[in-house]
Structure formats: C-alpha cells, structure tokens
C-alpha cells in the first residue's frame, strides 16, 4: 500500500549483511570490513554486530532460492518479521498448553497476536534482532520446562535440554537480551531451591541449557571466550557447585534451611547491585545493562540519555499496549502463587521481573509482551474455568445438582471470556492501525499526509545521492540516518546507529552548532563532502516547523558535543533558540 521499505534505522544494516551473504557466502561476513561506516576507520562487522539475524535470513534466501524459489535477499528481509511473528504465536500456543492446558494455550496465541507491543517489534520491514529475540523468549521456556518436567522420561528430558540449551545459544547469536535470558533461569533455579523443589532432574536441564547455551555464545565473535569471565556468566557457573552442594546436603540436614540460605543469597546480591554504586563502588557490568537492572545508577552519558528507548516509560504507555491483559496477569500471578508447581512457578518469575524491567527502560517493554500475554491467558482461563466445571457424564443428575454452584454454567462462561475480549478492542485497534501505518522510510519519517498523501524525501534522496555522490566521497549526517544512506545509497558515512564511536559522534555534533566557518574546518580533516541535515516543515506553510528530524535533536548534538546549551537556548525566555542557534 505505502511501498516496500523497512522501517526504523537498525533494520537497514540486517539488510545490508544479509545482501552480503546472499553475494558472497557466510564465511566472508566473517572477514567483512565495512568501509561504507564510520569513515575514515570503518567496522569489522562480524565483531560489531551479532550475526544472528543476517545468518538465519541468509539460510532462508539460500534455502528458497535453491527450490526454485526466486526472491531477493531484499524482500527475504522485508517479510522475515512476519514469518517469525507467525512462529511465535504458534509456540505461544504450545508454552500455554504446557503451562496450563490448549485452552491457555489458545488465549496466549490470541494475545501475542494481537498485542501492540509485539506487532511493533514483528512488523513489515521491522527486520531486527527483536523478531529472532521474541520468538526464542517462548521457544526457550517450552523445551526448559519439558526438560524438567517429571511425567518424561529421562532420554526425552536430556533431548529437551539439549533444545534448550541450543535456544540459549541461539538468542546469544542474535540478540543483546540473552543476559536476560540467562538470568531468567539463574533465578528461576534459585527459586525452586528456595520453595524446596530443587531435584537432580533440575541441575541435569539447567547444566544442559547454560553448557551448550554458553558454548555457542563463546564462538560468537563479538561475545567471544572473553564474555564467559562476565559477572553473570560466571554467576552462571557458579550456580553448579551449589546446585550440587544442596542436593548433597539436603539428604543430611533440614532443606529449610538451605532455602534460606539460598533465599538470603539472592536479597543480598540483589541489594549490591542497588547500594555498591552508591557508594560509589563500580560493578562489572556495562552501563547499559547495569541501569536495566539499577535505573538510579549515575554516569550515563548524553549519547545514552538521547535515545528515546533508553528512557523510563510512562505507565499510561504500558497500558495502552497491554490493557487488561495486565490485569488478567495480575489475577494469574494469585492462582499461580495458589498452585505453586514448577510451571506456575516459571511464568510467575517470568512476569514479575519482565515487568519489573519494562518500567525502568522503553525499550524493555517488548521483553514483557511474552509472560504478559501468557500470564494474562493464564488468569483468564483461572477466572472462566468454574463455569466451564461440569460433573462426569456417568453421574446421575442428583449428583451433577449437588455438584453445580448457583447462577455457575458455561454460558455465562461464554459471556464472561465475550466481555474480557471485547475490552481488547481499543489494543486491537491500536495494533491494526499499527500494522496499517507506513513504514518510517515509506513515509519519510514524517508521520502526516499532505494533500492526501505522505511525503517521499528520503526515498528520493537516497536514489538522488546514489546516482549523484561518488563511490570515494563522504557524506556527515547526525548518527541516525547512517544505516539509510548505507544501505540504500552505497555512500560513506561517519557514524551511524551502532553508535560506537562517541568521540567522532561529538565531533559532528560540534560540525553541525558551530558557525560554518569553524564547522568547515573541522570537516576538511575527514574530508566530507557533503553534510546531509534533515528538517521538516508543511509545505502548505513553510514556515511552520512540524518538529521532526534535527530540528528536534539539533539540542543533543550540542550536549554530546560537549557545548553550552544555555549558550542556544536562553532559559530565561523559554528555551527559545539564541542567535547562536541560528547562525550555526
């Protein structure tokens, strides 16, 4: 309807690699030094990027092409969000199933479907590492609790901890929330110790699931051999020997006591992470990560802080993507703290620390989509089941009466699980209108029809620099737009998304607010040739700015900078721009 463009920044380089492998094979991504990025330095892509995504669409355009199936790796791309959407209500179906029976495992099928937050994340031309991330955040919990669960038998246990651990290692290969993962299930062991359920089923999934999980994640080239010397990993590892150490114990001596131990551990790490750095003690874990689990660590940089997704969400936000789902979560944690089996247990750690997550940082919100969806069919099904409970057929009908409870029968069941879907029409709503937006290089970027339709700039430039700027010439452009001009350009460019260099994104903040006459100077030590700056206005009024592009991060470039902003925006006439401003 509106063009085939991805959307978004990031997806742009997925694509760029994919086109790479689809030209050269998988072995030369590997040996890939990027000159298009960063100038004059460039990347090693292999060792910047995790290869997940490129690797599996790549398998995908192999794979189709060799059956006789004519697609680019552009459109393999393009429509490789669906597929993977498609895949992961499909498992939703089964996780719910696990937990709680097909009737969960239909409603969370249905609520992954329809949630905002997932579709956002899963969308046309959104070809990121989210779309593998998400999938595996369902995969991984049916094989683990498969593993675990007693009524297999043992060879299927070890095969389905073997899947699991093969999972781990897959999200590790594509996606920077595995550590989430990997928690996840650090605390969901320690959690079972501590309700003194820890069995040696249990220490033979988890060894399984972080043994090949961590073994995949060290020949990850930006991971490497290094990454098993991270805190959490060996966390990780350091779980065995006391895994082992209660199973021993517990034998000769009151467990309850080894569950308060294991209990006392946990609130004591958990209260390190909250008070070593406020006392100015640095923990070994990167800042990024750091403050998702500690929002009131200090010393983020202005880079960091001017990232939308990094910042705290509005719980109103939360809420128009969840709805009452989130209440049907709610419930589901009571009736699973009611039940307490190793299932019920999973999900509820599952819940509580992926919505803990998305309140500190936008962007963690879509790691809440999946428990939020299933706990959400969990609780429904809780709520609905005592009108759906009918007495065996072989009773007499003195007995099914005896059985019955007043006003209790499965049409006001019916009517009941009606009304709770009809209050997910406004999320419904929200996800269709979604779906049906154009993608943000299909539209420009600028959210607003003109005479009926939306703007097609940056397409137009893009094709314009492509046929006009030269192989060897260089292009300066604040570090959003660097994966476009990459990937839909060929041009050279010095920063992009990846964000990797702070010290030359401050340098073409200061080219971009300094007076040309000191921004000239500065470019002719790269040498760029052209400085690419993107302002939107309504052409029906040129004079009306519609605040979108630099216009609205022309204040960052002066903070990542390291210029005055008080120097561009006089505080005390409202933040209005200074002359400074102007003449930059």
């Not at 298009?36 to 460039?42: D, F, K, N």
């Not at 007495?391 to 029968?409: I, Y």
């Not at 700056?533 to 002066?558: C, H, R, T």
């Amino acid at each position: 309807q509106y063009g085939a463009y991805y959307t978004a920044y990031d997806p742009l380089l997925q694509y760029r690699a994919t086109e790479y492998i689809a030209e050269n094979g998988f072995r030369a991504y590997f040996d890939w030094h990027d000159d298009l990025s960063w100038y004059p330095m460039g990347r090693d892509v292999s060792k910047a990027y995790y290869p997940g995504i490129p690797l599996t669409a790549g398998l995908l355009y192999h794979i189709l092409n060799s059956i006789g199936v004519n697609v680019s790796a552009y459109n393999v791309g393009l429509y490789f969000p669906l597929f993977m959407a498609a895949l992961t209500c499909i498992v939703a179906y089964f996780l719910g199933k696990e937990i709680r029976g097909p009737a969960v495992g239909l409603f969370s099928a249905i609520f992954v479907a329809i949630n905002p937050t997932h579709i956002n994340r899963t969308a046309l031309g959104f070809f990121d590492t989210e779309n593998i991330g998400l999938f595996c955040m369902v995969l991984l919990p049916l094989f683990l609790l498969r593993s675990i669960d007693k009524k297999n038998k043992e060879e299927f246990r070890v095969v389905y901890g073997i899947l699991s651990g093969l999972t781990l290692g897959y999200i590790y290969l594509s996606w920077g929330a595995a550590k989430y993962l990997n928690g996840l299930i650090i605390l969901y062991m320690i959690v079972l110790m501590y309700n003194e359920r820890f069995e040696y089923r249990h220490l033979v999934s988890y060894c399984l699931t972080i043994g090949f999980g961590y073994l995949i994640m060290s020949m990850v080239p930006k991971l490497g051999v290094k990454s098993l010397l991270g805190i959490d990993n060996l966390v990780g590892f350091g779980m065995v020997p006391i895994m082992l150490a209660y199973i021993y114990i517990k034998e000769r001596m009151d467990v309850q006591i080894i569950a308060n131990i294991s209990g006392a551990l946990l609130v004591l790490g958990v209260l390190a992470v909250f008070i070593l750095p406020a006392i100015g003690i640095n923990i070994p874990i990167g800042t990024k990560f750091l403050k998702a689990i500690n929002p009131f660590t200090s010393g983020s940089t202005p880079l960091y802080q001017s990232i939308a997704e990094n910042r705290v969400p509005a719980w109103a936000s939360l809420f128009q993507n969840f709805g009452i789902i989130l209440m049907l979560g709610v419930i589901g944690i009571y009736f699973a703290s009611k039940k307490q089996d190793e299932k019920s247990l999973y999900l509820s750690v599952f819940f509580f620390t992926s919505i803990y997550f998305a309140g500190i940082m936008s962007r963690l919100s879509q790691i809440l989509a999946v428990p939020a969806c299933i706990m959400g069919a969990y609780g429904l099904v809780e709520l609905a089941s005592p009108f759906f409970t009918l007495t065996s057929p072989l009773q007499d009908s003195r007995a099914r009466r005896k059985k019955q409870v007043f006003g209790m029968n499965k049409y006001l069941g019916i009517a009941f699980i009606v009304i709770t879907m009809l209050t997910l029409v406004p999320n419904t709503w929200r996800a269709i209108n979604a779906g049906d937006a154009p993608t943000s290089l299909a539209s420009s970027a600028v959210p607003y029809r003109f005479d009926g339709d939306y703007v097609n700039d940056w397409p137009e430039t893009l094709e314009w620099m492509e046929n006009n700027i030269g192989d060897d010439e260089v292009v300066c452009s604040w570090w959003d737009y660097g994966y476009w001009i990459q990937a839909m350009s060929g041009r050279k460019t010095m920063a992009d998304g990846s964000t990797s260099d702070y010290d030359q994104i401050s340098t073409i903040g200061r080219i971009m607010m300094l007076p040309p006459n000191e921004s000239i100077k500065i470019l002719a030590e790269y040498p760029a040739d052209y400085i690419l700056v993107f302002y939107a206005y309504n052409p029906n009024n040129p004079e009306q700015s519609l605040n979108i592009g630099d216009d609205v991060k022309w204040s960052w470039m002066v903070r990542i900078g390291g210029l005055d902003i008080n120097e561009y925006r006089d505080p005390e006439n409202y933040g209005r721009p200074t002359d400074k401003f102007y003449n930059s």
